[in-house]
């Protein structure tokens, strides 16, 4: 079973613009999932000037932006190979 390295950017602006809604969204999977899931917080890092928009997450060191739970959620499901719900 392979795990997944997952970064949320807690700065200000993607707090503001969703980061907050995204861990909402992890808080709520299931225990065996949420076990795969290595969470961490980051501050910012400046990523808003890479010309992607807000809330960021790096999963397993890639870095995507425009995160939506729904997105998240799909995200995940398609790397650990099962379903999140």
Not at 8 to 28: K, P, R
Not at 51 to 65: A, C, E, L, T
């Amino acid at each position: 079973m392979k795990n997944i390295d997952l970064e949320i950017c807690t700065g200000t602006t993607c707090y503001l613009l969703g980061a907050a809604d995204l861990i909402d969204v992890l808080e709520n999977l299931p225990e065996p999932l949420r076990e795969r899931i290595n969470l961490r917080g980051v501050a910012c890092e400046d990523l808003c000037k890479s010309g992607s928009r807000p809330p960021f997450v790096k999963i397993n060191g890639i870095v995507i932006g425009e995160m939506t739970s729904e997105r998240l959620l799909a995200t995940l499901e398609n790397t650990l190979g099962g379903t999140t719900c």
